[in-house]
């Protein structure tokens, strides 16, 4: 029975073999395979004039650039550090890491754009040609045109991302940002899904920017689950990959609280997918990640009634022995963490060698809680010798969009778009915080983390980030996001930037130094994980720490729905590998 079923399955193989194989898609610009101009030109009409040849954001200010021109660059220069502008670029990626391809790049320096990274403009990893998408029939365009020619395709919404999968060199593009459409449906028909029915759902294009959503939503009394920065393409990356922010602890991730999505197939084929329709792939793309198993044009989400954000900031310079002061904060940090997971208390915690910054966030219309959770703690912290407080403050928002504005200042200066930036991360188990031996040894290694980056980086700091989904424990598997969130209670975020490039060497070093560094918060979180969306993109057993026990069948989904890999990102499920010649520039310093 077993050998026959095998034997079948084998011949089944055989006779799909020719439409299921992967041909690679491996054409390069030079090859004789490559499109001619005259291709491309009716590819171009087929897709209603909207595809274009890439040039890099900075090339209007290289003089040897043929895209040269004084004016543009100085429209350029003003937009370049500014996330909003800059995401309105197809040729730029948040961190110049992703644009860049060992030595070349095109990249200007973040702090004053009037420097230029490079003697000469390069593409770098950006890709050589784009479809600036307008609607679904222009993603099935390009799918159908790199199936023709054996090209490449890529995925790009704003270009945030940690592993540089929205940026694949010698491809053709995708570009969503434009698809910013809105909508909300107090009462909400699924699509041949009545169980999917519901009140208050809202409705994104796949372009629309955290920001737009936000303020969106709250003119119609409602909260969604983002993030806090405002040009992050929630419906994009963030939102098929986990997707958190100051609502996760009572709403969820952002995963946890999809309806619907509209997708356009590898087959070209534009579909409605919920839990009743294609439930395999709209469990996929809960948690699974972009740039994997379809496009995403439209995101249907749950939402809430707005509530008043109440706020706590602390911030704190180590005066006396600095290492003493980072650990004692950071154990009286753990101990609490419990009982604030509880109040549902969310936002994060900033560590420097020298200095501490909290940013405690608690969505609710009770503006007494937030206080009476942090007193005992706030009363302990203000009160030592051997720190300076330099602001202690309680302030609340009537709404999430008032609350944004302070939040994406904050954002601006520590996270200014256009710099270099390196992550290693881990989602730490509730456990650890349940005993003391658990807790010094996550005070070590984190401590361990917060000088070892600082070592290794001219601009380091570790986010502690409360913003675990600590409501809902996604009992029914629903998303295919690494379980190792329903447990988590800190999700621990080293960081590193810089605004200049390094050297190969210092490079190299340094992205192997974040990598080691998690050993010790590793060995205190067997079988667990990192957020796909804000981990080390280096991490060597990523299918485990990616997803955990559901990478298997996240496999399985891509192979069912995409079954010759046109959609394909580096550490993405089922991905090619690093010795696909497309990822050459990884291994590139
Ligand atoms: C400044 C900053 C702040 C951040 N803050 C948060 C935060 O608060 N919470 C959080 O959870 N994360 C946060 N992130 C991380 C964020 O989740 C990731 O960077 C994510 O990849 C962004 O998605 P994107 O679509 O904007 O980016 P992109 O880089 O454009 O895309 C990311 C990936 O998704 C794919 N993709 C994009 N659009 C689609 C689509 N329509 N269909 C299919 N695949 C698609 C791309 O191919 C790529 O693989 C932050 C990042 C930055 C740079
Ligand atoms: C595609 O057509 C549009 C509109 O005619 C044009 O602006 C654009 O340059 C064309 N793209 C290419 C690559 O030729
Ligand atoms: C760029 O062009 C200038 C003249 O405009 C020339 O002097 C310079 O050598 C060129 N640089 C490179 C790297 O080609
Ligand atoms: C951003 O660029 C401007 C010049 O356009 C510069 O004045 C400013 O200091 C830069 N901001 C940051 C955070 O680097
Ligand atoms: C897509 O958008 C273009 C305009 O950019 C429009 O002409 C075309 O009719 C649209 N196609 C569909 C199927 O909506
Ligand atoms: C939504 O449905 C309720 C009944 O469930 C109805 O009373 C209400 O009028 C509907 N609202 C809209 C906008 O259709
Ligand atoms: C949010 O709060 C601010 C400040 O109180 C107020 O001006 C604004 O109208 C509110 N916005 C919405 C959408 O309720
Ligand atoms: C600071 O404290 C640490 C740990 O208690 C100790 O090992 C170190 O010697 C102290 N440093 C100084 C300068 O006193
Ligand atoms: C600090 O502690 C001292 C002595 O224990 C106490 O008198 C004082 O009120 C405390 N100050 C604050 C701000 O809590
Ligand atoms: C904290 O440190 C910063 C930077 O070193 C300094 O500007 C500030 O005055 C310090 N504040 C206090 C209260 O010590
Ligand atoms: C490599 O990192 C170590 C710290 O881990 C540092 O001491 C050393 O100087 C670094 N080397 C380079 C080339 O940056």
């Known amino acids: 029975m077993l050998l026959l079923a095998s034997f079948l399955s084998s011949l089944a193989l055989t006779w799909a073999a020719p439409t299921t194989q992967d041909p690679g898609y491996n054409c390069q610009p030079g090859q004789k395979c490559w499109p001619s101009l005259r291709e491309w030109q009716q590819l171009n009409k087929t897709i209603d004039g909207h595809l274009f040849q890439t040039v890099p954001m900075g090339a209007p200010c290289y003089e040897n650039s043929t895209s040269y021109n004084a004016a543009t660059c100085d429209v350029v220069e003003n937009n370049y550090n500014n996330s909003i502008p800059r995401v309105g670029y197809y040729g730029q990626t948040y961190w110049q890491n992703w644009e860049a391809c060992g030595s070349t790049g095109c990249s200007l320096l973040s702090e004053d754009p009037s420097q230029k990274l490079y003697p000469t403009c390069s593409l770098g990893r950006l890709a ?16 159908k045109f790199a199936k023709e020619h054996n090209i490449r395709i890529s995925i790009k919404n704003t270009g945030h991302d940690f592993f540089g999968r929205s940026s694949v060199p010698n491809s053709l593009a995708i570009w969503t940002h434009n698809l910013n459409t ?3 449906f107090s009462n909400f028909t699924a699509s041949n899904c009545p169980s999917a029915n519901g009140k208050n759902v809202g409705e994104m294009g796949a372009g629309v920017v955290a920001g737009d959503s936000y303020r969106y939503f709250n003119t119609k009394g409602m909260d969604i689950a983002g993030g806090y920065e405002e040009s992050v393409g929630i419906a994009g990356g963030f939102g098929q990959g986990g997707g958190l922010g100051d609502f996760t602890t009572t709403q969820g991730l952002m995963v946890d609280n999809a309806v619907e999505f ?10 409605t997918i919920n839990e009743c329709n294609d439930p395999d792939l709209f469990w996929a793309m809960r948690g699974g990640g972009g740039g994997t198993f379809a496009v995403l044009t439209k995101y249907r989400i749950q939402l809430y009634p707005s509530v008043a954000i109440h706020t706590w900031n602390f911030k704190a310079n180590f005066t006396g022995n600095q290492s003493q002061a980072l650990h004692w904060v950071l154990e009286a940090h753990a101990e609490n963490s419990l009982e604030w997971s509880k109040q549902l208390v969310t936002g994060s915690v900033d560590y420097y060698p020298g200095k501490v910054s909290f940013g405690l966030v608690l969505p609710s219309n009770d503006g007494s809680k937030l206080k009476a959770a942090t007193a005992k703690f706030n009363h302990f912290i203000s009160n030592r010798s051997d720190i300076a407080v330099v602001e202690n403050s309680y302030i609340s928002f009537a ?10 200042a904050d954002t601006r200066a520590t996270e200014p778009a256009g710099i270099f930036s390196l992550l290693a991360s881990r989602l730490i188990p509730r456990d650890v915080f349940s005993t003391p031996s658990g807790i010094a040894a996550l005070v070590d290694g984190v401590v361990h983390g917060i000088k ?30 690494h379980p190792a969130w329903r447990d988590a209670i800190w999700h621990v975020i080293h960081a590193g930037e810089w605004e200049e490039r390094l050297s190969p060497a210092a490079q190299e070093n340094a992205t192997d130094g974040f990598l080691k560094m998690l050993d010790p918060l590793k060995a205190l979180s067997p079988g667990g994980g990192a957020y796909m969306n804000e981990a080390h993109w280096g991490e060597p057993d990523w299918q485990a720490t990616y997803w955990g026990a559901n990478y298997e069948k996240l496999l399985e989904v891509k192979n069912c729905y995409d079954p010759t890999h046109i959609f394909d990102c580096f550490k993405c499920v089922g991905w090619r590998g690093e010795s696909d010649p497309f990822y050459s520039c990884y291994e590139e310093w």
């Open 399 to 408: 709404n999430y969009t008032a609350f944004l504005a302070l939040s994406s």
């Open 452 to 481: 070892t980056a600082a070592a290794l980086l001219p601009l380091a700091a570790t986010s502690v980030v409360l913003e675990t989904p600590v409501s809902n424990d996604d009992s029914q598997h629903a998303t295919s996001a």
């Open 182 to 184: 809105f909508d909300f």
């Open 128 to 143: 050589s040609y784009y479809v600036d998408v307008r609607n679904a029939s222009h993603i099935s365009g390009a799918l």
């Open 262 to 271: 509209e997708v356009v197939l590898a087959s070209g084929e534009v579909k």
